[in-house]
């Protein structure tokens, strides 16, 4: 069973930088897709940047392009969001997640194992 702990959120100023981290144990696949995703209030969980095993191919969210950065330490079974230039509008709970699939995987639906998320607050 794969599980999954996101840490690093925080309250930050706009304009500010924040890097979340994600903590796997039991992941032993060979093919995966590690995804970020978020959640603002009353609103539905959304893709923000997803990253291969297999080619480190990594795609973004065109709300977070060329602010966040999706890094792998995978022989730590180590993944993080370094996230700059932050908006209000980035204000959500973060969530990290496996895809068994492998490639890149951007919709919530293609994950199966999701950590608890880590609350991220942009004030303006």
């Known amino acids: 069973e794969v599980h999954l702990v996101e840490s690093g959120g925080g309250l930050v100023q706009a304009g500010g930088s924040l890097r979340l981290s994600c903590a796997a144990s039991g992941l032993t696949l060979i093919n995966y897709s590690i995804g970020w995703f978020r959640q603002a209030p009353g609103k539905e969980r959304e893709g923000v940047s997803s990253?291969?095993?297999?080619?480190?191919?990594?795609t973004y969210a065109d709300s977070v392009r060329g602010r966040f950065t999706i890094v792998s330490d995978s022989a730590k079974s180590m993944w993080y969001l370094q996230m700059n230039n932050l908006k209000p509008e980035d204000t959500g709970l973060y969530y990290c997640?496996?895809?068994?699939?492998?490639?890149?995987?951007?919709?919530?639906?293609?994950?199966?194992?999701w950590g608890q998320g880590t609350q991220v607050t942009v004030s303006s």
């Open positions: 997640a496996v895809s068994e699939y492998g490639g890149l995987r951007t919709r919530t639906y293609e994950y199966e194992y």
């Open positions: 990253i291969s095993s297999a080619d480190g191919s990594t």
